[in-house]
C-alpha cells in the first residue's frame, strides 16, 4: 500500500523544491572580499539594472528581478544552492527549530475543499475538537472555495497567542461549526512514530533531520528500552535536514570514535572527519533500516555509516543520491543563502552524489536514467568502483546508497490512483464514522462495509468496473482500514495498519536475524545478501 503524500501538504511542513534533500550546517556569518574582476562583473550586473529600470517598456519589479536574477546565478552552480526571500528564510528557520505557531492540523485539498486529515495530539486544534475529515469552509466568514494549499496555510498561521476564526462543515451536521483557535507553537515532530511492533521488535520512523532530531531520537530509544530483539529504523521518504541531527542519529547505533562522514571542500573549514562522539556503548540489537528513492543527504549518512560498519542491514530501494552539504549565509533585509560548500563521504570513502552536469532541474529531480548499483534495478550509468564495509562486504559509489535487499515498494495501478486522488475511500469513512459512533478497536471491513462503499462509489459519481473492484479488493480494505483508524483512534494506529501490508517493512522483519550477524566483531560473519 502507498500512502499519496503528494496530495497532502503538512502544516507543519514548509518545502521547497531547490532544497530538496537538503542537508544544512550552522548558519555562518559572511566575510567580504572583492576581486578586481568581481567589481567590473558587478559594476555591469548593476548597470543592466540600472538601464532596465529606465528603460524597459514596461514598469519592473526591481526586488522580483534582483531576486531570481541571484537564483539564476546559483542553478549554474548545483541543483542544491538556492536563495530565500523574506518569508521563505524565515520558513526554513521555523522547520528547522522543530516549531511554528498555528493550529495544529494537517490538511490537504479533497474534492477542491481544504480538508482535516488529522488533528495534532496537544494542539489547539486537537484540544477543539477539531475532527479528522472535517472541512475548512470559511477562514475569518470568507469562504474558501478556490483557494490553493498554500493561501489556506498562509491565513491559518500566524503570531503566537493571536486568534483564528475558521467555520467547519462537518459530516451528519447540516450547519457550520464556527471556531475560535488561539494560536500557539506547534511542534514538528521529526520522529512522529515509536512503538513496538511485536515483543521487544521496536519501530521509529524518522521524517526529517531538525535541531530536535536529537532530543527526539533519545526519547525514542529511551522508550523502547535496551532489551530488544530488532529494531527497524523508517527513513523511507526522508529528504534530510539538519548535519549535526544526522550524526547525533548515526551515534545512537556505533561506537564511541567511528566515523560517520568525511566532508572536502575549496576552503580549509570544510575539511573534516566527524566520529561518533558518544557511541550507542553495549546497546546492541539487530537493525534493519529502510531506505528508498526520498531517502536524502542526511538519511544517506546515517544509512551509509549504518551499512559501512556493518552495524545493520538496509532494505528497500536505492536512496536519492544527495552528496553535497550546503552552509546557510544570513544576508541583508531577513534573506538568507544556502551554498553548497563541501562534498560529503561516507565511511568507506563512498561519494554518493548523482550526476547532475549538463542536466536539467527536471530530469536531475524526477527523470529516468537514475544511477544504480545492483541487479534488479535499472542502470544507465553501471558503477564500477568497489569500495568495502569494516567486514569486507562490497559497496559502491555514485548515484546513492543501494540497499543490501531490494524490495521496490509496489505501485499504484490506474484504478488505485483514481480512488486516491478523487478522495473516494477517505470520503466514504469519514461519512461512515457518524452512523457509527462507537469505536471499534478490532474495526474490520466486512462484505456489507465493501457494499456500502461501492454505493459510496455511484454517490459521488465515480467510474468504476466491478471487476475493478473484486481485483483492488484487498487494497481497498487496508485502506479503508487505514482511514477508519486514523480517523477514529489517531496516527500510530493507523501506521501499524499500513505497515501490515508493506511489503519493504515486512522483509525487514524477515531480515532480522541475518542483521544480528553483522556486528558479531569476534566471528566477523560474512553475510551474503540476495537480490530480491
Do not use: C
Not at 529600470?53 to 534582483?66: C, F, H, P, T, W
Not at 526554513?92 to 498555528?102: A, D, L, M
Not at 520522529?191 to 536529537?214: A, H, L, M, R, W
Amino acid at each position: 500500500m502507498t500512502k499519496y503524500k503528494s496530495l497532502t501538504i503538512v502544516m507543519l511542513v514548509i518545502a521547497f523544491s531547490a532544497l530538496v534533500g537538503g542537508l544544512w550546517g550552522r548558519p555562518t556569518q559572511i566575510t567580504t572580499f572583492q576581486s578586481e574582476q568581481f567589481n567590473n562583473l558587478l559594476k555591469t550586473y548593476s548597470q543592466v539594472l540600472n538601464i532596465s529600470e529606465q528603460q524597459y517598456a514596461d514598469k519592473i519589479n526591481l526586488q522580483k528581478s534582483v531576486h531570481a536574477s541571484i537564483r539564476g546565478m546559483l542553478r549554474t552552480l548545483d541543483p542544491h544552492s538556492s536563495f530565500f526571500d523574506a518569508q521563505q528564510f524565515s520558513q526554513f528557520r521555523e522547520t528547522q527549530r522543530g516549531n511554528f505557531y498555528g493550529l495544529g492540523i494537517t490538511i490537504a485539498i479533497k474534492n477542491g475543499k481544504p480538508t482535516v486529515i488529522s488533528p495534532i495530539p496537544g494542539t489547539p486544534a486537537y484540544r477543539l475538537g477539531i475532527r479528522s475529515g472535517d472541512i475548512i469552509a470559511k477562514i475569518e466568514s470568507i469562504s474558501t472555495e478556490g483557494l490553493s494549499i498554500q493561501a489556506v496555510v498562509e491565513k491559518l498561521r500566524g503570531a503566537k497567542g493571536t486568534v483564528v476564526n475558521i467555520s467547519i462543515q462537518r459530516a451528519g451536521i447540516s450547519e457550520l461549526l464556527d471556531f475560535a483557535i488561539v494560536r500557539d507553537a506547534i511542534p514538528h515532530h521529526s520522529v512522529p512514530f515509536t512503538f513496538f511492533i511485536s515483543q521487544k521488535v521496536g519501530y521509529i520512523k524518522i521524517d526529517s533531520f531538525n535541531e530536535t532530531t536529537e532530543k527526539e531520537i533519545t526519547k525514542s530509544l529511551d522508550t523502547l528500552g535496551t532489551d530488544l530483539n530488532g529494531m527497524i529504523l523508517d527513513l523511507r521518504d526522508n529528504p534530510g535536514g539538519y548535519l549535526q541531527a544526522a550524526i547525533a542519529v548515526a551515534d545512537k547505533f556505533l561506537k564511541i570514535g567511528q566515523s560517520v562522514l568525511v566532508t572536502k571542500g575549496r576552503i580549509t573549514s570544510s575539511n573534516q572527519e566527524y566520529q561518533s562522539p558518544k557511541g550507542s556503548g553495549d546497546k546492541l540489537f539487530p537493525l534493519v533500516v529502510l531506505i528508498n528513492k526520498g531517502s536524502a543527504s542526511a538519511s544517506e549518512i546515517v544509512a551509509g555509516a549504518i551499512q559501512d560498519h556493518d552495524r545493520g542491514l538496509l532494505v528497500g530501494e536505492t536512496t536519492f543520491g544527495k552528496g553535497l552539504v550546503q552552509t546557510v549565509f544570513p544576508l541583508s533585509q531577513g534573506t538568507g543563502v544556502s551554498l553548497t560548500t563541501a562534498h560529503w563521504y561516507t565511511p568507506s570513502g563512498r561519494l554518493i552524489q548523482r550526476e547532475y552536469a549538463n542536466r536539467s532541474y527536471i530530469d536531475y529531480y524526477y527523470g529516468k536514467g537514475r544511477i544504480n548499483s545492483r541487479p534488479g534495478e535499472e542502470s544507465a550509468e553501471p558503477r564500477t568502483k568497489i569500495y568495502y564495509t569494516d567486514s569486507g562486504r562490497k559497496v559502491y559509489g555514485g548515484g546513492g546508497i543501494a540497499p543490501d535487499v531490494i524490495i521496490k515498494s509496489l505501485k499504484l495501478n490506474q484504478f488505485q490512483s483514481q480512488l486516491l486522488s478523487k478522495g473516494a475511500i477517505f470520503s466514504f469513512v469519514r461519512t461512515y464514522n457518524p452512523s457509527h459512533p462507537k469505536v471499534d478497536e478490532n474495526f474490520q471491513v466486512t462484505p456489507q462495509i465493501l457494499g456500502d462503499f461501492e454505493s459510496h462509489l455511484q454517490d459521488q459519481e465515480v467510474a468504476y468496473e466491478k471487476d475493478l473492484l473484486v481485483e483492488n479488493i484487498e487494497f481497498i480494505k487496508r485502506r479503508i482500514s487505514y482511514e477508519y483508524f486514523l480517523s477514529r483512534m489517531g496516527p500510530i494506529k493507523a501506521q501499524k495498519v499500513y505497515l501490515e501490508g508493506d511489503l519493504q517493512f515486512q522483509k525487514a522483519l524477515e531480515l532480522l536475524p541475518q542483521a544480528k550477524s553483522l556486528y558479531h566483531d569476534d566471528s566477523k560473519v560474512m553475510v551474503k545478501i540476495k537480490t530480491e
